[in-house]
Structure formats: C-alpha cells, structure tokens
C-alpha cells in the first residue's frame, strides 16, 4: 500500500525548517509521495496579510523541484474556501484512492486539534505524523479522553528542532539582512528578483 504524506501551511517563504522536517517526515514514514499543499485560506488565519499566492506557489516549487518524491499540490489554492483540512484530505483520498493517508503537523497543531473543524473524522481518514517543535509538550494520547481512539493514529517524528520561522525570515529581508542558508538558494533567487517581500 502506498504511503501518502500531506504537508500543509502558508510557506511564505519556505524555508530549510520545513524541508528538513519533510525529509525526516518522509523517511520515518516510508512515504511514496509527500505533497505539499500550499494554503489559500486557512480559517485560523484569515486575518493574516499573506504573500500572492502565485509567489508562494513559484518558491515552493523552487524549494522543492530537486526532490522527486516531493510534490507541488494545488488542492487549496484552486477550490473556494473555507479551506478545511478534512476537506483537502478527502481531496487527496480521491486522487491517491487505496494509499494510507498521512496529515503532518506540528506539534503546536496536535495541541490545538480538538479545536480543528471536525477532527475525529479527520483522524477517521488518515493518519496524524507529528512534527515536534522547540518547547513543545506534547503526546499521542493527549487528547484521547475528547478523541478517543487519536493515540492508534499518531506517529511522532523525530527530527532536528529548526527554529526557523517564515516570519522571522520576512522580518529580516525587509531590513535587508542575510537569510542565506534559511531559505534554498532558488527560493532567495526569486525573492530578490521579484522584489516579494520589498527591497
């Protein structure tokens, strides 16, 4: 059975920290694909000024074209929001039909999950591999007592702790500081080309 891997988020930019994670997410997980879904409107953060979305998807394809078992998805940025992830994951079963699903997120998303637009049908469709970021505490049995059954369902991923952020990432060019090294060298390339984050 094929293994599926589905890394959502904003990438605006994408940087080392989520290449990083993916690689690791990919190889503790025998992943035959890992798609990368750009988001267009995540409801948790609709009052985010993001980046054009054709941008984004440009960097990513950058940050990610040397890898053949990473893919550009453009499940969000080419259907009407609200964009769920239940909604994207039932995107992804149709197109991938019989692969075991696996949903990536950070450890900051497990925490936050009973909160998520109907997580136990989320968990019902695929697998949950958690990413563990800088300080954070957290378990696959955390929430079991509000999703029972969540435990069976998650894998923790080892990985370095990068504490990269994006926003730290734009704060920093448009200062006109060096993010060499956080961001591929294609990614920079067409940051400063295009002008995508002033400067």
């Known amino acids: 059975m094929q293994r599926i891997g589905i890394l959502g988020g904003t990438f605006d930019p994408p940087h080392i920290g989520h290449l990083i994670l993916a690689e690791y997410a ?10 990368f879904v750009p988001a267009a409107d995540p409801p948790h953060k609709r009052n985010e000024q993001k980046t054009d979305v054709q941008h984004r998807l440009a960097m990513l394809e950058r940050a990610i074209g040397d890898n053949p078992r990473f893919v550009l998805s453009r499940i969000d940025v080419d259907r009407p929001g609200p964009h769920y992830s239940l909604d994207m ?19 900051d998303s497990l925490r936050d999950l009973p909160r998520w637009f109907r997580p136990e049908a989320l968990i019902r469709l695929c697998r949950l591999g958690v990413m563990r970021r800088p300080g954070d505490a957290v378990y696959p049995d955390m929430h079991e007592a509000v999703l029972p059954g969540l435990a069976e369902r998650v894998t923790m991923i080892e990985a370095p702790l990068i504490g990269v952020s994006s926003t730290e990432i734009v704060e920093r060019l448009r200062r006109g500081a060096s993010v060499r090294y956080l961001v591929p060298d294609a990614v920079l390339d067409y940051i400063l080309a295009n002008y995508v984050y002033g400067r």
Do not use: N, S
């Open 26 to 35: 990919a190889e503790t997980l025998d992943l035959f694909r890992l798609l």
């Open 89 to 107: 994951v039932e995107i992804v079963q149709g197109l991938y039909p019989g692969a075991e699903l696996y949903f990536l997120m950070g450890g």
